[in-house]
């Protein structure tokens, strides 16, 4: 149990594109989930805590216009990453939140040529 | 601020040797503790936690941890590791009333046959 999806698992896009990260819990619902940012060989930075049915808490230095965060559901939530460039290289991870524990997603490995 | 330190970046072990990867956090405040094992382009996987109760908490893999509130550490152990076991390993912590992460700087544990 605890499953967390995302998708894609990797995409490569061009500089001034947008993309969008799917989380998803797959067997239970989750009210929170979180978006984190890692860079190679680094941990990880939380992004921004996505709560269904209202709008995203973004950590101080996140840009919420350029990273758009959707919970439209108690098993889905969106990042996109509009207008990206390079420097939004990265690989991207999810986690759901249940109780007092969160379940991390596989990650997205984004690379903006 | 919350803050996790992991003083070891890179800790080599020698095939079914034991190993300890060690954490300390800083708190006034009642904590939950967690351990995280990433393997190379995966997201994180729990090991283990630390909510209330029994200071000594036994993960999957074989692994363990205990909690130390005097000296707010929380280390991870292992008897006798395996080639398997090479992987980045994370603690976090949340605390009390808040439902955020923060992750310390991660160790890198590396298995020599």
């Known amino acids: 149990g605890a499953v967390v999806s995302q998708h894609p698992s990797w995409v490569i896009c061009k500089s001034g594109t947008s993309v969008k990260i799917e989380c998803r819990s797959l067997d239970f619902q989750a009210t929170t989930m979180f978006w984190y940012r890692q860079f190679p060989k680094q941990s990880l930075m939380l992004m921004a805590t996505?709560?269904?049915?209202?709008?995203?808490?973004?950590e101080q230095g996140v840009e919420k216009d350029k990273f758009l965060i959707n919970h439209a559901s108690l098993t889905l939530s969106t990042l996109t990453v509009t207008s990206a460039h390079p420097e939004d290289s990265s690989f991207y991870i999810c986690?759901?939140?249940?109780?007092?524990?969160?379940?991390f997603g596989p990650g997205t490995r984004l690379t903006v040529t | 601020a919350q803050s996790v330190t992991q003083l070891d970046s890179q800790v080599p072990v020698f095939e079914e040797a034991p190993v300890e990867l060690r954490c300390n956090y800083s708190?006034?405040?009642?904590?939950?503790l967690f351990w995280y094992v990433q393997y190379p382009n995966q997201g994180l996987q729990l090991l283990l936690k630390?909510?209330?109760?029994?200071?000594l908490v036994k993960g999957i893999n074989g692994f363990e941890a205990e909690f130390n509130k005097s000296q707010t550490s929380f280390h991870l152990r292992k008897p006798s590791v395996h080639i398997s076991d090479t992987a980045e390993y994370f603690c976090?912590?949340?605390?009390?009333?808040?439902?955020?992460?923060?992750f310390g700087t991660g160790t890198r544990l590396t298995i020599i046959p």
């Open positions: 996505s709560n269904e049915g209202s709008k995203a808490t973004y």
């Open positions: 976090a912590v949340s605390y009390f009333g808040n439902e955020k992460l923060t």
């Open positions: 708190s006034s405040v009642s904590v939950y």
């Open positions: 986690s759901a939140r249940t109780g007092y524990e969160q379940y």
């Open positions: 630390y909510l209330s109760g029994s200071t």
